[in-house]
């Protein structure tokens, strides 16, 4: 059985430098042994699924100004058939020039009528805050997605020159921002249906690894569970849940006994205090793109979708583990945009975040 112990930040901070600190921020759980299970590397196979692989670019900007009113989209070009067109254009500035420029990933719950967006402060940043939109007020009060798409833009915008409007102070009102805190990478923001709880992975790609619940109310992390999957597996960036309340993410292997370049996806629960992961013990033989930037549950079909840019793959729940090729969907896409992530809504509505600049894209079918 693994222990956890419950330490506070306050009380790190006493341990840490023989004083006490007069603010308590989230409880830390850090758990001993490791979280992932044990497996048998000869056991481990792959299914051989069409390579769809779509190699690094240039990102392009899907703007010439960037209070757009009119949608663009994207379609695929080879797979499954998917058109995306824009419906939520994004804040792109705030207090300064593009300092809402970096979004990471997003959270949509299933009424798709409100949003979470974890933004960096930069590329490269593990700093940023996440912001809660409520989709359905401005939708239907502002008409963000139809007669008025530029609204988001132009409240914020017009905050950054200290000349906000009345109908700009009015949008804001269904905006909460919340604080800086260290964020890690950004892209594992990702909602649990089961319970409704917000997690993200705090520290990817290192042995020693670390999850963080997030108040939906006050957008700060409340709870640290600090763990080892094991001391020659690293985490995975991204992070998401399934209807049961199980925990998904995926890597790509580097080589050796697994083949390079397969994907490998591991399955486990975020407890109270504990984490446990199992890889699930076949992966896809090819990625979809160079850069793994997200992973997402669509409860409509009850599958898994491995985004990178400009390349979907997908899988079902049902068939982890035993998958046969033909099971196995993906999806190339023009524009050549930067894909953030993407989410479904309860009827299947996919809505995906692209950048350059951030904006929602809604699919046009309920199928893919």
């Given at each position: 059985?693994?222990?956890?112990?419950?330490?506070?930040?306050?009380?790190?901070?006493?341990?840490?430098?023989?004083?006490?600190?007069?603010?308590?921020?989230?409880?830390?759980?850090?758990?001993?042994?490791?979280?992932?299970?044990?497996?048998?590397?000869?056991?481990?196979?792959?299914?051989?699924?069409?390579?769809?692989?779509?190699?690094?670019?240039?990102?392009?900007?899907?703007?010439?100004?960037?209070?757009?009113?009119?949608?663009?989209?994207?379609?695929?070009?080879?797979?499954?058939?998917?058109?995306?067109?824009?419906?939520?254009?994004?804040?792109?500035?705030?207090?300064?020039?593009?300092?809402?420029?970096?979004?990471?990933?997003?959270?949509?719950?299933?009424?798709?009528?409100?949003?979470?967006?974890?933004?960096?402060?930069?590329?490269?940043?593990?700093?940023?805050?996440?912001?809660?939109?409520?989709?359905?007020?401005?939708?239907?009060?502002?008409?963000?997605?139809?007669?008025?798409?530029?609204?988001?833009?132009?409240?914020?915008?017009?905050?950054?020159?200290?000349?906000?409007?009345?109908?700009?102070?009015?949008?804001?009102?269904?905006?909460?921002?919340?604080?800086?805190?260290?964020?890690?990478?950004?892209?594992?923001?990702?909602?649990?249906?089961?319970?409704?709880?917000?997690?993200?992975?705090?520290?990817?790609?290192?042995?020693?690894?670390?999850?963080?619940?997030?108040?939906?109310?006050?957008?700060?992390?409340?709870?640290?569970?600090?763990?080892?999957?094991?001391?020659?597996?690293?985490?995975?960036?991204?992070?998401?849940?399934?209807?049961?309340?199980?925990?998904?993410?995926?890597?790509?292997?580097?080589?050796?006994?697994?083949?390079?370049?397969?994907?490998?996806?591991?399955?486990?629960?975020?407890?109270?205090?504990?984490?446990?992961?199992?890889?699930?013990?076949?992966?896809?033989?090819?990625?979809?793109?160079?850069?793994?930037?997200?992973?997402?549950?669509?409860?409509?079909?009850?599958?898994?979708?491995?985004?990178?840019?400009?390349?979907?793959?997908?899988?079902?729940?049902?068939?982890?583990?035993?998958?046969?090729?033909?099971?196995?969907?993906a999806t190339n896409l023009n524009g050549k945009r930067e894909f953030e992530g993407i989410q479904f809504t309860k009827?299947?509505?996919?809505?995906?975040?692209?950048?350059?600049?951030?904006?929602?894209?809604?699919?046009?079918?309920?199928?893919?």
């Amino acid at each position: 059985m693994r222990k956890a112990v419950l330490l506070t930040a306050a009380a790190t901070a006493a341990l840490l430098f023989g004083g006490t600190t007069t603010l308590a921020h989230a409880k830390t759980y850090t758990q001993h042994g490791n979280a992932l299970a044990n497996y048998n590397v000869n056991k481990y196979k792959t299914v051989k699924n069409k390579n769809m692989f779509v190699k690094r670019y240039t990102f392009q900007q899907s703007y010439s100004n960037i209070f757009q009113t009119s949608p663009t989209s994207i379609s695929s070009t080879k797979g499954k058939k998917v058109t995306f067109k824009s419906n939520v254009f994004l804040p792109v500035t705030y207090n300064r020039s593009a300092d809402w420029g970096n979004p990471q990933s997003e959270v949509l719950t299933k009424d798709g009528k409100t949003l979470y967006e974890l933004i960096t402060t930069s590329s490269q940043s593990t700093e940023g805050w996440i912001v809660r939109y409520n989709l359905g007020a401005l939708r239907s009060k502002f008409g963000i997605s139809t007669s008025h798409m530029d609204a988001l833009r132009r409240a914020t915008y017009d905050h950054s020159v200290n000349q906000m409007t009345s109908t700009d102070k009015a949008i804001m009102k269904y905006i909460k921002i919340g604080p800086k805190f260290n964020t890690g990478h950004g892209q594992s923001l990702a909602m649990n249906p089961k319970n409704g709880q917000l997690w993200f992975i705090g520290a990817p790609v290192k042995i020693h690894s670390n999850v963080q619940q997030v108040s939906t109310k006050t957008l700060k992390p409340t709870k640290k569970i600090k763990f080892m999957l094991k001391n020659t597996v690293t985490m995975g960036s991204n992070l998401t849940f399934d209807k049961k309340g199980n925990a998904y993410f995926f890597t790509y292997s580097n080589g050796g006994w697994a083949p390079k370049g397969a994907v490998k996806i591991y399955k486990g629960k975020i407890n109270k205090k504990s984490v446990k992961f199992h890889l699930v013990m076949q992966g896809l033989r090819y990625r979809p793109g160079t850069k793994p930037q997200s992973i997402a549950y669509n409860v409509k079909r009850n599958r898994l979708y491995f985004v990178s840019d400009s390349s979907i793959s997908s899988v079902p729940v049902s068939k982890l583990g035993h998958l046969k090729a033909k099971q196995v969907e993906a999806t190339n896409l023009n524009g050549k945009r930067e894909f953030e992530g993407i989410q479904f809504t309860k009827n299947g509505a996919g809505y995906l975040m692209t950048n350059k600049g951030a904006e929602l894209m809604k699919t046009t079918t309920n199928k893919f």
